[in-house]
């Protein structure tokens, strides 16, 4: 018997972290979209480019959660809402010059019928955490990364690496992105947590899982923000943490820069 429609029931946040002026991260909530975006390149680069990332997604969300559309071309609207945020971004740079450079991360879940479809460029997150077991689903479009895939340095050597936060992928404007979209399989119960790097990079991920497991979401999500300020919060710390329910949910909400 398949699944009746699920939704996500989220909680979130996006705080300032102790060493920010302001805020550049940002983050859509809704019943069947969420998505987080860090923004980079100066403080006001980052904020306008993760800002156009999640208010582009938000002003196509009545489109790519359309029930009467099929998946497929469900796919094939989330791919290309990333060449629209790209275009944006590009079209905004050419106008103000001074801001060229500036970017962001996007990591998006969307439902596709009984299915998430996650559509990542950067380093921002996507976990899952079902029963026990907690698993990483995007995957770091960083140098690190693509060194930790190669063999070239061992986990312990990174959080010391002069590189470990260059990005090999963001969206800047300048047409080069290739997208990731990468579909599971949803469960009742199933957990997922969306966030920036202010987050990934301060906690380990057997500290993620702990407190990801409160079985009260908003203890959770208070929990590992106030891990990363007691971490000394260097970055501004965005979190989604969805659970899976088959209860309609109509939220329709902007956070961080984006508000």
């Known amino acids: 018997m398949p699944m009746s429609a699920i939704y996500f ?3 979130a946040r996006s705080a300032d972290g102790l060493h920010r002026s302001g805020n550049e991260d940002s983050a859509f909530v809704s019943g069947r979209l969420i998505a987080v975006a860090d923004g980079m390149g100066g403080h006001a680069g980052g904020e306008v480019a993760s800002r156009i990332a999640i208010q582009t997604l938000q002003r196509l969300s009545p489109v790519l959660t359309n029930s009467e559309i099929d998946a497929d071309s469900i796919e094939d609207l989330l791919l290309n809402s990333l060449f629209t945020i790209d275009v944006e971004i590009g079209e ?3 106008e103000a010059i001074e801001l060229r450079g500036m970017g ?3 990591t998006a879940l969307l439902v596709v019928e009984n299915n ?3 559509l ?3 380093d921002s997150r996507c976990y899952r955490l079902r029963g026990n077991n907690l698993e990483q689903l995007s995957n770091d479009h960083t140098v690190i990364q693509e060194l930790l895939d190669q063999g070239a340095i061992s986990q312990s050597e990174v959080a010391d690496h ?4 260059v990005l090999t992928q963001a969206l800047m404007g300048h047409g080069t992105v290739v997208p990731v979209l990468q579909m599971y399989e949803a469960k009742e119960n199933d957990r997922f947590l969306l966030c920036s790097d202010g987050l990934s990079s301060v906690l380990t991920e057997k500290e993620i899982k702990m407190l990801l497991k409160k079985s009260d979401k908003a203890d959770a999500l208070k929990a590992l923000i106030d891990a990363t300020y007691i971490n000394d919060a260097p970055d501004n710390v965005t979190i989604i943490i969805a659970d899976i329910t088959s209860d309609e949910i109509t ?3 902007l956070l961080g ?3």
């Open 9 to 11: 029931q989220s909680e």
């Open 162 to 165: 002069p590189q470990r936060s």
């Open 116 to 118: 998430v479809a996650l």
């Open 104 to 106: 962001t991360t996007l």
């Open 120 to 122: 990542h460029v950067g």
């Open 251 to 253: 939220t329709n909400q």
């Open 257 to 259: 820069a984006a508000q």
């Open 92 to 94: 905004y740079v050419d």
